[in-house]
């Protein structure tokens, strides 16, 4: 079936590097994409979206990069801090529905 | 704060038992959103509301589960002869329309005995 994966379960990176969390889609009528940060115990927390019709949109510390062509969806976070350590899930908007379709996520750990 | 709040945070209950949870959306968002998460996976979606109705209720797993919206604002989802296997964390989230940003509460971690 339709689904939202994510090519790595877990990604160390060192404090103040950049990070690349990737997530592969394969519904191609998806317009609407979001990643989302999750910390234990706790909801998902909305970082940054992106629509269909754009290919790169940025944030404070975060960008996400859209390659419709690929199906690949990615987030940087530049400058990684501590408090970045979570599980990183994207999520996309199924065309003309409401549900969000989420990957499993990839836990970010960030070593001092 | 202004976000999404669940009741109660943590529930126990026993296999055959019916619970309630609750869900209060962050304030003027018409669309209201009950998932469900089991340990290490993704949220599942289980249904959607616009406004009082629910506009897609395909992601319940079975007529135990049922989700009111009386007033268009706060949500209770319902689990009915609940089962082990309705162990999960329940998270609800709201957006200001359909088709939008959505935003999550902190869930009900919901354990079956």
């Known amino acids: 079936g339709e689904s939202v994966g994510l090519h790595l379960p877990t990604l160390s990176v060192q404090e103040g590097d950049n990070s690349i969390i990737n997530c592969a889609y394969s519904n191609s009528a998806s317009d609407y994409f979001i990643w989302y940060k999750q910390e234990s115990g706790k909801g998902p927390q909305f970082i940054i979206d992106?629509?269909?019709?754009?290919d790169k949109r940025q944030g404070q510390r975060v960008t996400v990069l859209l390659n419709k062509t690929v199906k690949h969806l990615s987030l940087q976070i530049a400058a990684t801090q501590p408090g970045d350590s979570a599980v990183y899930f994207c999520?996309?908007?199924?065309?003309?529905?409401?549900?969000?379709?989420f990957g499993q996520g990839t836990r970010l750990t960030i070593n001092p | 704060g202004a976000g999404v709040s669940q009741t109660p945070s943590n529930k126990v209950t026993e296999k055959g038992k019916y619970v309630e949870l609750r869900c209060d959306p962050i304030?003027?968002?018409?669309?209201l959103y009950w998932y469900r998460q089991s340990l290490g996976q993704g949220p599942e979606f289980l249904i959607y509301?616009?406004?009082?109705?629910?506009?897609?209720d395909s992601g319940l797993p079975n007529d135990r589960f049922f989700a009111v919206r009386p007033e268009g604002s706060v949500s209770t989802l319902k689990i009915q002869r609940t089962e082990r296997g309705d162990s999960a964390v329940y998270l609800c989230a709201s957006s200001r329309s359909g088709g939008g940003s959505q935003y999550f509460g902190p869930g009900t971690r919901l354990t079956v005995l």
């Open positions: 304030s003027g968002h018409t669309a």
């Open positions: 509301f616009q406004g009082t109705g629910a506009a897609d």
């Open positions: 999520a996309e908007l199924i065309q003309g529905a409401q549900k969000l379709v």
């Open positions: 992106i629509r269909s019709n754009m």
